[in-house]
């Protein structure tokens, strides 16, 4: 079963915007933080942005400004909104839940990954 579903990413030219969303169910988002995640080939997975289960958000200091993580309680969606897009972007990006302030390795759930290019 799927805990969480990931859609959206795909090809874009530098400069432009893309949209990520990871579908959970309510108890996951009710119970759990939501991170995204990024990783490149032969990488360790880099943490992107991430919002609290009392809302609050957190950014890597390379997408601040550029990136927008939120939650859609009626939808059960959180979004990563992604602007201003450069190639150094360009990764397969994972959605995860787990407590709040946790390290990946406490993560409870991930999503499939999806991936993202940004073309110069």
């Known amino acids: 079963q799927v805990q969480l579903a990931q859609s959206g990413g795909g090809l874009v030219q530098a400069g432009g915007s893309l949209r990520l969303s990871c579908a959970a169910s309510?108890?996951?988002?009710?119970?759990?933080?939501i991170y995204w995640y990024r990783q490149l080939p032969g990488q360790q997975r880099g943490l992107v942005a991430s919002?609290?289960?009392?809302?609050?958000?957190n950014y890597a200091d390379n997408v601040k400004g550029r990136f927008t993580i939120s939650r859609d309680t009626s939808e059960n969606t959180v979004y990563l909104q992604m602007s201003s897009l450069k190639p150094e972007d360009t990764a397969v990006y994972y959605c995860?839940?787990?407590?709040?302030?946790?390290?990946?390795?406490?993560?409870?759930?991930w999503g499939q990954g999806t991936q993202v290019t940004v073309s110069s």
């Open positions: 995860a839940a787990g407590p709040d302030r946790a390290t990946l390795r406490l993560m409870n759930y």
């Open positions: 919002i609290s289960r009392g809302g609050s958000t």
């Open positions: 309510l108890r996951i988002l009710a119970t759990n933080a």
